[in-house]
């Protein structure tokens, strides 16, 4: 089975290339929100992005996957001593299907273990699959609420706490949430809006260029999945060895004060609720500037970003004709001259 | 005398009409025979009979010999969809054994879905999936599911009216969308009933080698974008369709009648505005109800005559569009080109039907209880609690201890006990779908149309912060229009608020029916409707469009009675200048809590509709 549509064959749509990206060097970023209109590339980008990604050790026979170097602390597999062995993997990258279950989703009673050996064994769910990935939720804006307010849970806490049918188990599940969605179909509830860490608006290109170039590259693709990638290989180790660089890159990124005291200024101007927003934005600027190989982040990091940190986050009267864009625009133009 | 020619033509035009429209059913059956995974599928709108069987015949027929054609009903559940364990033979034979779900099964064939207007947004989202990477994978039941599925999908869409449509997730992924509903058996021709096998295998075999040329890929995206269309996946799919028809053709490049075909049969049924540039030359208020026939028939040659003049990219961007619209459906044209916006309402707003329908009895899980009558069993949760102590159960019953359901020779293969029933648990959460009647008529004077579009603006608002749905309908001139259906969408609202134009006469009793019918809908789809009709009460047109103010307000107030009979709670708002008794009148008809405008600001409104307008009383016991 061929891979996915290479992620730097992507036709424009840079903001939502640059948040996966970001998201990609600094999980901790707290997910990505893609809003847009059906057939703008937002699965494809996904799924792309899962190929991208370098692959990552993984302890042997562990179902939650765990890093060798550092086993998470809630994983019974790898706390219960002896000898771990690595193996190599691929950043899991796991699809919630709309009308996911809870019990598929965070996990149940093993009916097979059940039936073959009378056993009482936990089955991981989603979430255990998606630890140190991604979990993909298309459609998130019809996704059930009290599944959305689990997920944001697991999320921020990075456990997978599970008590149901006898079974008492908690499981390390770190992944980032991208999810996606149309929003004539519906919005998301204002305070999970806040909680994702970038959002990102998709737009129809409106240069029938573009979209030529798009078609013709889908269409090259479809007829043949492995020519198509090879052409596109050199690009995506390229991309995939910044991306390597950049995560290690990430931890020694300084920002001065004076972008500090700029991004606080921008916020304020803003009206955004809490502190989140400036940390999520200093925090990506980190990433930018690490994916640009600089060791500081600059101002100009924190614009290349600012629109997906702050988007989501600004108190806005909901018949407010004005999108955030523009605002955000306005007061970048401001703060920063 | 005069009108015995024009009666004949207009059953010739019809017969014509039909003949088009059958040839291109025929069409896309063909082309999506050639390239049925590349196609994705077909929409096939039309009721159960002849027709639709005829286009079925046809359409397995060009498929390739011993491909499988499953269906689906719209029930279809996971499990069937995606393959899982095989319960039954699980529990016969004490290990785990998997069964292959109807995607993976459909592979290299097609799968038909019963009845796709009411498929489910879940089933939808696995068979877009499917479609999106030609294989299923899946995590069920502890198996790890992975196959191929490379698969055409034909929806059959029973619907009736634009609301009633499959889920857009499957829309947006199958090529054609083919409207038969209007074909009777008498327009089939039984002798074009199957296709040459030969020529379609031979069209599959040399399919890859079909080159299409980059003017035509750009002739089709400019044609997407002239008609308003935003995805990517429409050219796509128009330039497969393209290619399959070349390929059925013999020819080895793309010309310009295979795109003018694709954009008829993909692009069309897709558009949502007319060009900008067309509007003006085509003197549409003429002849609103006849352009698809002479059109229709001139599309097939239409880029055959090409005006010489222009550049030839120009003239055929041109010849592309004009297959595309040529082939809009008549009524669809008339409202496009008077600019109404009700085109986007309709698919979009699937999504949230759909789920609202399920939340009516949307399971939440199961928990221990008693399956008695009134509370549905939950099976798998009740194995799946019986599951564990299989073991134990049947050792206690081999030592004679056994108190199970079943004893002796005829001892069941698993032991269910009365602490393992599991019983499902639906969550019926009281949702509102507010239901706006604006009166936007010539009376209610401009500015106090505006104050009464602050009123609903304010409360759209309010819907916004309590997850209600609101719907939008706007009478006015001769009738009543529903603007929004029942929607989660502010976005949508007020867009469509917005752009609502004032002026003509009122039709009252038309509004009020329009609205009490769909607070009849929104009431089986399991949800609370309010309405909010906003109107100084003065009708002036009757239900049929006919002026005459007596009769017109004897049957507003019938409409009013009827809202009452049927228990809708409603909130009537005067915006009439100085408040009058006739609608505080049409209040008490209605069983609505009246309120005038003037002293009703949008607040007082507001907290009405939160407070819950009354539910109106019966007849004689007035407030």
């Known amino acids: ?337 | 005398m005069l009108d015995r020619p024009a009666a004949r033509d207009s059953q010739l035009e019809a017969a014509l009409r039909a003949r088009n429209l059958w040839d291109d059913a025929l069409a896309a059956a063909d082309l999506l025979a050639v390239d049925p995974f590349g196609l994705g599928g077909v929409v096939l709108r039309a009721p159960a009979g002849p027709v639709r069987d005829a286009w079925l015949v046809r359409f397995r027929a060009g498929l390739p010999h011993g491909a499988p054609v499953l269906r689906a009903p719209c029930d279809v559940g996971d499990g069937e969809l995606l393959g899982g364990l095989d319960l039954s033979a699980t529990l016969a034979g004490g290990r785990p054994v998997s069964q292959r779900g109807l995607l993976a099964r459909a592979d290299q064939g097609a799968l038909i879905m019963a009845m796709a207007e009411r498929l489910g947004p879940t089933p939808a989202a696995h068979v877009a999936a499917a479609l999106d990477r030609g294989e299923v994978v899946a995590e069920r039941d502890g198996l790890s599911i992975q196959s191929s599925a490379k698969l055409a999908v034909v929806a059959l869409d029973e619907g009736i009216d634009d609301d009633d449509r499959p889920p857009a997730a499957l829309l947006e992924r199958l090529a054609f969308r083919l409207d038969l509903a209007p074909l009777s058996h008498r327009d089939v021709d039984a002798g074009d009933g199957l296709p040459d096998a030969a020529l379609i295998r031979a069209a599959r075999e040399c399919l890859a080698a079909v080159a299409v040329p980059d003017r035509l890929i750009e002739a089709l995206c400019a044609a997407c974008a002239a008609l308003g269309i935003g995805s990517s996946r429409a050219p796509l799919l128009a330039l497969k369709a393209a290619r399959a028809a070349a390929a059925l053709g013999g020819r080895r490049i793309v010309d310009d009648d295979d795109a003018a075909l694709a954009a008829r049969l993909v692009l069309a049924p897709r558009a949502l505005h007319l060009p900008a540039d067309r509007g003006d030359d085509e003197q549409p208020a003429d002849e609103p109800d006849q352009p698809s026939a002479e059109d229709d028939a001139a599309a097939g040659q239409g880029p055959d005559q090409p005006d010489d003049a222009e550049g030839e990219v120009r003239t055929l961007d041109d010849a592309v569009l004009e297959a595309a619209v040529a082939a809009l459906p008549p009524g669809l044209l008339a409202r496009l080109q008077a600019g109404s916006p009700r085109l986007r309402a309709g698919q979009a707003g699937k999504a949230g039907d759909v789920q609202a329908t399920v939340k009516r009895g949307r399971p939440i899980g199961a928990r221990r209880g008693d399956p008695r009558s009134g509370v549905r069993l939950d099976l798998l949760h009740t194995l799946r609690a019986a599951a564990p102590w299989q073991r134990l159960r049947r050792h206690a019953i081999g030592q004679g201890a056994g108190q199970g359901i079943g004893q002796g020779a005829s001892r069941p293969l698993i032991e269910v006990r009365r602490d393992d029933f599991r019983i499902k648990r639906f969550r019926d959460r009281k949702q509102t779908t507010t239901i706006f009647v604006v009166d936007a008529s010539g009376s209610t004077a401009l500015e106090r149309l505006g104050e009464a579009k602050g009123a609903v603006e304010l409360l759209l608002a309010d819907c916004y912060v309590r997850r209600d749905e609101v719907a939008l309908i706007a009478f006015r001139g001769v009738g009543a229009e529903i603007l929004l259906p029942p929607t989660r969408s502010l976005h949508r609202a007020k867009r469509e608020l917005a752009q609502l134009p004032g002026g003509g006469g009122t039709p009252l009793a038309a509004g009020i029916m329009a609205a009490g019918l769909m607070a009849d809908e929104v009431r089986r789809k399991g949800r609370t409707p309010t309405l909010v009709v906003i109107t100084d009460g003065r009708a002036n047109v009757t239900h049929e469009g006919v002026g005459g103010r007596g009769k017109a307000q004897d049957e507003a107030a019938a409409a009013a009675r009827s809202i009452r009979a049927q228990g809708h709670r409603s909130l009537l708002v005067d915006n009439s200048a100085r408040p009058e008794p006739r609608a505080g009148q049409l209040a008490d008809e209605m069983g609505a809590l009246y309120l005038p405008l003037p002293r009703a600001n949008a607040d007082t409104i507001s907290r009405a509709v939160r407070a819950g307008a009354p539910t109106p009383t019966p007849a004689g016991l007035r407030r």
């Open chain 1, 1 to 337: 089975m061929a891979g996915p549509f290479p992620f730097t064959a992507i036709v424009g749509q840079d903001e939502m290339k640059r948040a996966l990206l970001v998201a990609a060097v600094d999980p901790t970023i707290g997910g990505v929100l893609i809003f847009g209109d059906r057939g703008t590339g937002k699965s494809t980008a996904v799924r792309a992005l899962a190929q991208l990604l370098p692959p990552m050790k993984a302890v042997e026979g562990c179902p939650y996957h765990c890093d060798p170097a550092r086993p998470a602390g809630a994983c019974t597999h790898c706390a219960s001593g002896g000898k771990l062995t690595a193996r190599t993997m691929s950043v899991p990258v796991v699809d919630l299907p709309l009308g996911a279950t809870e019990d598929r989703v965070v996990g149940a009673l093993d009916i097979e273990r059940a039936l073959t050996h009378g056993e009482k064994a936990f089955e991981p769910g989603l979430l255990a699959r998606a630890h140190r990935g991604f979990l993909y939720i298309d459609e998130v804006n019809l996704l059930e609420d009290h599944l959305v307010d689990l997920l944001l849970d697991v999320a921020a806490s990075g456990e997978n706490v599970v008590e149901r049918e006898g079974l008492s188990m908690r499981h390390p599940a770190r992944f980032v949430l991208i999810g996606s969605g149309n929003p004539e179909e519906g919005e998301l509830r204002p305070q999970l809006l806040d909680r994702f860490g970038l959002s990102v608006d998709v737009r129809t290109p409106t240069d029938i260029a573009m979209r030529v170039e798009a078609v013709k590259r889908r269409d090259a693709f479809d007829r043949d999945p492995a020519a198509f990638a090879a052409s596109f290989q050199a690009d995506e180790e390229r991309l995939r060895r910044k991306l390597t660089a950049a995560k290690r890159l990430l931890p020694t990124v300084e920002v001065s004060d004076d972008t500090r005291r700029r991004v606080a200024e921008l916020c304020v101007a803003l009206g955004t609720d809490g502190l989140r927003g400036e940390l999520t934005l200093l925090r990506a600027a980190r990433s930018v500037a690490a994916l640009d190989k600089s060791a500081t982040a600059t101002m100009a990091h924190v614009k290349a970003i600012a629109m997906p940190a702050l988007r989501h986050r600004l108190r806005r009267n909901p018949l407010d004709e004005v999108g955030s864009g523009v605002r955000i625009e306005r007061a970048l133009a401001e703060v920063f001259g």
